[in-house]
Protein backbone atom coordinates (compact mmCIF):
# COMPACT_ATOMS: atom_id res chain seq x y z
CA UNK A 1 0.00 0.00 0.00
CA UNK A 2 2.90 1.97 -0.21
CA UNK A 3 2.37 6.00 -1.11
CA UNK A 4 2.55 7.11 -4.55
CA UNK A 5 4.91 10.20 -4.57
CA UNK A 6 5.72 10.71 -0.92
CA UNK A 7 7.17 7.94 1.19
CA UNK A 8 6.81 8.35 4.75
CA UNK A 9 4.79 11.99 3.91
CA UNK A 10 3.86 13.12 7.53
CA UNK A 11 5.88 12.29 10.78
CA UNK A 12 2.16 11.84 12.48
CA UNK A 13 -1.15 11.52 11.98
CA UNK A 14 -4.25 11.33 14.18
CA UNK A 15 -7.67 9.29 13.94
CA UNK A 16 -10.54 9.75 16.49
CA UNK A 17 -12.76 6.81 16.33
CA UNK A 18 -10.82 3.60 15.98
CA UNK A 19 -14.43 1.60 15.35
CA UNK A 20 -14.33 0.01 11.76
CA UNK A 21 -14.29 2.86 9.23
CA UNK A 22 -11.47 4.75 11.10
CA UNK A 23 -8.92 1.51 11.68
CA UNK A 24 -9.57 0.95 8.09
CA UNK A 25 -8.47 4.32 6.74
CA UNK A 26 -5.76 4.17 8.92
CA UNK A 27 -4.32 1.05 8.00
CA UNK A 28 -4.99 1.71 3.90
CA UNK A 29 -2.55 4.61 4.52
CA UNK A 30 -0.14 3.40 7.23
CA UNK A 31 2.72 3.69 4.74
CA UNK A 32 2.25 6.95 4.07
CA UNK A 33 2.89 8.21 7.80
CA UNK A 34 5.86 7.16 10.64
CA UNK A 35 3.02 7.00 13.21
CA UNK A 36 -0.87 6.58 13.24
CA UNK A 37 -1.90 7.74 16.56
CA UNK A 38 -6.00 6.21 16.98
CA UNK A 39 -7.64 7.69 19.71
CA UNK A 40 -10.65 5.58 21.34
CA UNK A 41 -13.04 5.36 24.30
CA UNK A 42 -12.18 1.47 25.01
CA UNK A 43 -10.23 0.25 27.08
CA UNK A 44 -10.49 -3.02 25.57
CA UNK A 45 -9.61 -1.81 21.43
CA UNK A 46 -6.90 0.26 23.13
CA UNK A 47 -5.30 -3.03 24.29
CA UNK A 48 -5.72 -5.16 20.92
CA UNK A 49 -4.46 -2.51 19.15
CA UNK A 50 -1.22 -1.96 21.07
CA UNK A 51 -0.28 -5.45 22.81
CA UNK A 52 -1.40 -7.57 20.02
CA UNK A 53 -1.57 -5.24 16.63
CA UNK A 54 -5.26 -6.69 15.63
CA UNK A 55 -8.57 -4.69 15.32
CA UNK A 56 -11.35 -7.18 16.66
CA UNK A 57 -14.02 -4.95 15.34
CA UNK A 58 -12.61 -5.96 11.91
CA UNK A 59 -12.47 -9.41 12.34
CA UNK A 60 -9.06 -9.62 14.09
CA UNK A 61 -7.41 -8.40 10.86
CA UNK A 62 -3.58 -7.70 11.36
CA UNK A 63 -2.94 -3.96 11.59
CA UNK A 64 0.71 -2.12 10.94
CA UNK A 65 3.44 -2.00 13.84
CA UNK A 66 3.34 2.15 13.79
CA UNK A 67 -0.42 1.98 14.13
CA UNK A 68 -0.89 3.07 18.41
CA UNK A 69 -4.00 3.42 20.42
CA UNK A 70 -4.48 5.77 23.44
CA UNK A 71 -7.76 7.65 25.10
CA UNK A 72 -6.01 10.18 25.88
CA UNK A 73 -6.25 13.53 22.82
CA UNK A 74 -3.05 14.73 24.04
CA UNK A 75 -0.80 12.12 22.09
CA UNK A 76 -2.13 13.45 18.73
CA UNK A 77 -1.39 17.34 20.05
CA UNK A 78 2.08 17.27 17.46
CA UNK A 79 0.02 15.37 14.69
CA UNK A 80 0.04 16.66 11.16
CA UNK A 81 -3.44 16.13 10.27
CA UNK A 82 -6.33 14.40 12.12
CA UNK A 83 -9.39 12.94 11.11
CA UNK A 84 -13.09 12.41 12.41
CA UNK A 85 -14.10 9.13 12.22
CA UNK A 86 -16.66 8.83 15.26
CA UNK A 87 -20.09 8.36 14.39
CA UNK A 88 -22.17 11.30 13.92
CA UNK A 89 -23.97 11.79 17.04
CA UNK A 90 -20.34 11.82 19.02
CA UNK A 91 -18.90 14.84 16.61
CA UNK A 92 -19.49 17.69 18.89
CA UNK A 93 -18.08 16.12 21.65
CA UNK A 94 -15.48 15.13 19.81
CA UNK A 95 -14.58 19.12 18.32
CA UNK A 96 -15.19 20.50 22.02
CA UNK A 97 -12.34 17.95 23.36
CA UNK A 98 -10.06 18.66 19.95
CA UNK A 99 -10.57 22.45 21.52
CA UNK A 100 -9.88 21.70 24.80
CA UNK A 101 -6.90 20.03 23.80
CA UNK A 102 -6.02 22.77 21.88
CA UNK A 103 -5.18 20.67 18.55
CA UNK A 104 -4.88 23.69 15.54
CA UNK A 105 -4.22 21.39 12.71
CA UNK A 106 -6.00 20.57 9.29
CA UNK A 107 -9.71 18.07 10.62
CA UNK A 108 -10.81 15.43 8.37
CA UNK A 109 -14.13 14.92 8.49
CA UNK A 110 -15.29 11.38 7.93
CA UNK A 111 -18.70 10.93 9.48
CA UNK A 112 -21.59 11.21 7.91
CA UNK A 113 -24.95 12.84 8.93
CA UNK A 114 -26.61 15.81 9.24
CA UNK A 115 -27.50 18.11 12.21
CA UNK A 116 -31.21 16.86 12.33
CA UNK A 117 -32.67 19.81 14.60
CA UNK A 118 -31.25 22.59 12.31
CA UNK A 119 -31.85 21.17 8.97
CA UNK A 120 -27.37 22.15 8.63
CA UNK A 121 -24.19 20.09 7.54
CA UNK A 122 -21.76 18.39 9.97
CA UNK A 123 -19.08 20.85 8.79
CA UNK A 124 -21.54 23.61 9.90
CA UNK A 125 -21.97 21.75 13.73
CA UNK A 126 -18.03 21.34 13.92
CA UNK A 127 -17.29 25.20 11.88
CA UNK A 128 -19.44 26.38 14.96
CA UNK A 129 -16.55 24.58 17.69
CA UNK A 130 -13.16 24.84 15.56
CA UNK A 131 -11.28 27.09 13.96
CA UNK A 132 -9.40 24.31 11.93
CA UNK A 133 -8.97 23.85 8.31
CA UNK A 134 -11.75 21.78 7.74
CA UNK A 135 -12.03 18.90 4.92
CA UNK A 136 -14.40 16.41 4.29
CA UNK A 137 -13.56 12.62 3.41
CA UNK A 138 -16.33 10.58 1.24
CA UNK A 139 -16.52 7.70 -0.94
CA UNK A 140 -17.20 4.30 -1.95
CA UNK A 141 -15.06 2.37 0.54
CA UNK A 142 -16.46 0.06 2.81
CA UNK A 143 -14.58 -0.51 6.07
CA UNK A 144 -14.21 -4.58 5.14
CA UNK A 145 -13.02 -4.16 2.14
CA UNK A 146 -10.30 -1.43 2.66
CA UNK A 147 -8.27 -3.30 5.92
CA UNK A 148 -7.78 -6.10 3.23
CA UNK A 149 -5.74 -3.55 0.91
CA UNK A 150 -8.89 -3.82 -1.92
CA UNK A 151 -8.68 -0.48 -3.82
CA UNK A 152 -11.21 2.00 -3.43
CA UNK A 153 -11.39 5.83 -4.20
CA UNK A 154 -12.68 8.81 -2.03
CA UNK A 155 -13.47 12.67 -2.56
CA UNK A 156 -11.33 15.49 -0.11
CA UNK A 157 -13.67 18.52 -0.36
CA UNK A 158 -12.92 21.80 1.03
CA UNK A 159 -12.85 25.37 0.52
CA UNK A 160 -8.86 25.32 0.62
CA UNK A 161 -7.99 23.45 -2.60
CA UNK A 162 -4.49 23.90 -2.20
CA UNK A 163 -4.61 22.08 1.00
CA UNK A 164 -6.87 19.29 -0.24
CA UNK A 165 -4.96 18.50 -3.31
CA UNK A 166 -1.61 18.21 -1.33
CA UNK A 167 -3.19 16.28 0.89
CA UNK A 168 -4.76 13.87 -1.14
CA UNK A 169 -1.10 13.49 -3.03
CA UNK A 170 0.45 12.35 0.40
CA UNK A 171 -2.04 9.80 1.01
CA UNK A 172 -2.71 8.50 -2.11
CA UNK A 173 -1.28 5.24 -2.67
CA UNK A 174 -1.73 1.83 -4.84
CA UNK A 175 -4.75 0.73 -3.44
CA UNK A 176 -6.28 4.14 -2.27
CA UNK A 177 -6.97 6.79 -4.61
CA UNK A 178 -7.80 10.43 -3.30
CA UNK A 179 -9.60 13.17 -5.33
CA UNK A 180 -9.72 16.67 -4.38
CA UNK A 181 -12.97 18.96 -5.25
CA UNK A 182 -14.08 21.80 -4.37
CA UNK A 183 -17.49 21.02 -3.35
CA UNK A 184 -17.81 19.67 0.69
CA UNK A 185 -21.29 20.73 -0.20
CA UNK A 186 -22.49 18.22 -2.17
CA UNK A 187 -20.38 15.93 -1.16
CA UNK A 188 -21.86 15.88 2.48
CA UNK A 189 -25.62 15.83 0.75
CA UNK A 190 -24.41 12.71 -1.00
CA UNK A 191 -22.45 11.02 1.91
CA UNK A 192 -25.83 11.78 4.15
CA UNK A 193 -28.76 10.85 2.16
CA UNK A 194 -27.46 7.89 0.22
CA UNK A 195 -27.69 5.81 3.72
CA UNK A 196 -31.28 7.37 3.85
CA UNK A 197 -31.50 6.16 0.11
CA UNK A 198 -30.48 2.97 0.45
CA UNK A 199 -33.06 2.27 3.41
CA UNK A 200 -35.51 3.07 0.34
CA UNK A 201 -33.85 0.58 -1.89
CA UNK A 202 -34.20 -2.01 0.76
CA UNK A 203 -37.68 -1.49 1.06
CA UNK A 204 -37.93 -1.72 -2.59
CA UNK A 205 -35.79 -5.23 -2.23
CA UNK A 206 -38.00 -6.40 0.83
CA UNK A 207 -41.33 -5.87 -0.85
CA UNK A 208 -39.55 -7.85 -4.35
CA UNK A 209 -40.64 -5.37 -6.17
CA UNK A 210 -37.28 -5.99 -9.10
CA UNK A 211 -34.10 -4.15 -10.04
CA UNK A 212 -35.81 -2.45 -12.97
CA UNK A 213 -38.01 -0.57 -9.54
CA UNK A 214 -34.64 -0.47 -7.49
CA UNK A 215 -32.85 1.32 -9.97
CA UNK A 216 -35.59 4.12 -11.14
CA UNK A 217 -35.52 4.80 -7.51
CA UNK A 218 -32.17 5.47 -7.59
CA UNK A 219 -32.01 7.74 -10.16
CA UNK A 220 -35.15 10.01 -9.28
CA UNK A 221 -33.58 9.87 -5.06
CA UNK A 222 -30.07 11.20 -6.78
CA UNK A 223 -32.26 13.69 -8.28
CA UNK A 224 -33.46 14.95 -5.20
CA UNK A 225 -30.12 15.01 -3.42
CA UNK A 226 -28.58 17.31 -6.55
CA UNK A 227 -31.71 19.61 -6.38
CA UNK A 228 -31.10 20.31 -2.31
CA UNK A 229 -27.23 20.65 -3.00
CA UNK A 230 -27.40 23.67 -5.29
CA UNK A 231 -30.19 24.75 -3.69
CA UNK A 232 -27.60 25.15 -0.67
CA UNK A 233 -25.06 26.27 -2.85
CA UNK A 234 -23.81 22.82 -3.79
CA UNK A 235 -22.85 21.76 -7.39
CA UNK A 236 -24.53 19.32 -9.33
CA UNK A 237 -21.54 17.92 -10.75
CA UNK A 238 -20.57 16.80 -7.84
CA UNK A 239 -23.00 13.74 -7.95
CA UNK A 240 -20.82 12.26 -10.94
CA UNK A 241 -18.13 12.26 -8.40
CA UNK A 242 -16.62 9.12 -5.85
CA UNK A 243 -18.25 10.40 -3.46
CA UNK A 244 -21.44 11.21 -5.41
CA UNK A 245 -23.16 8.44 -7.44
CA UNK A 246 -19.76 5.97 -6.34
CA UNK A 247 -21.00 6.09 -3.07
CA UNK A 248 -24.62 6.22 -3.98
CA UNK A 249 -24.18 2.79 -6.21
CA UNK A 250 -22.31 0.73 -3.31
CA UNK A 251 -25.11 1.53 -0.84
CA UNK A 252 -27.93 1.35 -2.08
CA UNK A 253 -26.87 -1.96 -4.28
CA UNK A 254 -24.67 -4.34 -1.92
CA UNK A 255 -25.75 -6.31 0.53
CA UNK A 256 -23.24 -5.64 2.88
CA UNK A 257 -25.31 -1.96 3.15
CA UNK A 258 -26.71 -1.92 6.58
CA UNK A 259 -29.15 1.22 5.93
CA UNK A 260 -30.60 -1.48 3.06
CA UNK A 261 -30.70 -4.30 5.38
CA UNK A 262 -32.52 -1.90 8.05
CA UNK A 263 -34.89 -0.39 4.55
CA UNK A 264 -35.77 -4.44 4.11
CA UNK A 265 -36.65 -4.75 8.03
CA UNK A 266 -38.93 -1.99 7.20
CA UNK A 267 -40.69 -3.75 4.45
CA UNK A 268 -41.16 -6.56 6.49
CA UNK A 269 -43.20 -5.40 9.24
CA UNK A 270 -40.38 -4.29 11.43
CA UNK A 271 -39.77 -0.79 12.81
CA UNK A 272 -37.11 1.45 14.09
CA UNK A 273 -37.99 0.89 17.74
CA UNK A 274 -37.83 -3.34 16.53
CA UNK A 275 -34.35 -2.50 14.76
CA UNK A 276 -32.13 -4.92 16.50
CA UNK A 277 -29.06 -4.68 13.89
CA UNK A 278 -25.98 -2.78 13.26
CA UNK A 279 -26.40 1.27 13.34
CA UNK A 280 -28.14 2.64 10.39
CA UNK A 281 -27.54 6.33 10.49
CA UNK A 282 -29.84 6.50 7.85
CA UNK A 283 -32.94 6.15 10.28
CA UNK A 284 -31.14 9.13 11.65
CA UNK A 285 -30.50 11.53 9.23
CA UNK A 286 -34.21 11.02 7.94
CA UNK A 287 -35.64 12.55 10.66
CA UNK A 288 -34.23 16.19 9.23
CA UNK A 289 -36.44 15.40 5.80
CA UNK A 290 -38.96 17.77 6.58
CA UNK A 291 -36.79 20.65 7.85
CA UNK A 292 -34.36 20.16 4.89
CA UNK A 293 -37.70 20.36 2.38
CA UNK A 294 -38.79 23.77 4.31
CA UNK A 295 -35.62 25.49 4.63
CA UNK A 296 -34.25 25.17 1.57
CA UNK A 297 -38.12 24.73 -0.69
CA UNK A 298 -37.17 21.53 -1.90
CA UNK A 299 -39.72 19.50 -3.10
CA UNK A 300 -38.78 16.00 -2.14
CA UNK A 301 -40.95 13.08 -3.65
CA UNK A 302 -38.80 9.71 -2.84
CA UNK A 303 -37.23 11.06 0.46
CA UNK A 304 -40.63 11.83 2.04
CA UNK A 305 -41.74 8.43 1.03
CA UNK A 306 -38.70 7.11 2.93
CA UNK A 307 -39.26 9.40 5.61
CA UNK A 308 -42.98 8.56 6.03
CA UNK A 309 -41.90 4.64 6.33
CA UNK A 310 -40.05 4.81 8.91
CA UNK A 311 -41.47 8.04 11.27
Excluded at 5 to 20: H, L, P, R, V
Excluded at 275 to 304: C, M, N, Q, S, T
Aim: net charge negative.
Amino acid sequence: MSCNSYEKSYKKIGFIGAGCYGTAIAQSISDCAEKIALITDSEEIKDDINSLHISKVLGNTPLSANLSCDMDYSVIKDAEIVFITVPVGAVITVCNLIKQNEIKVPVILCSKGVDTENARLISEMVSDILDNELFVFSGPSFASEVVRGLPFGVNLAGKNMDMATEIAEHLSSSNCTIKPISDYIGLQIAGAFKNILAIGCGMKRGAKLGNNAIAKFIVEGVEEMAALAVAMDGKKETFFELGGIGDIILTCTSEQSRNGLFGEHLANGGTLDSWKGPLAEGAFAAKAIPLFAEKYHVRFKIFEEIYRAIY
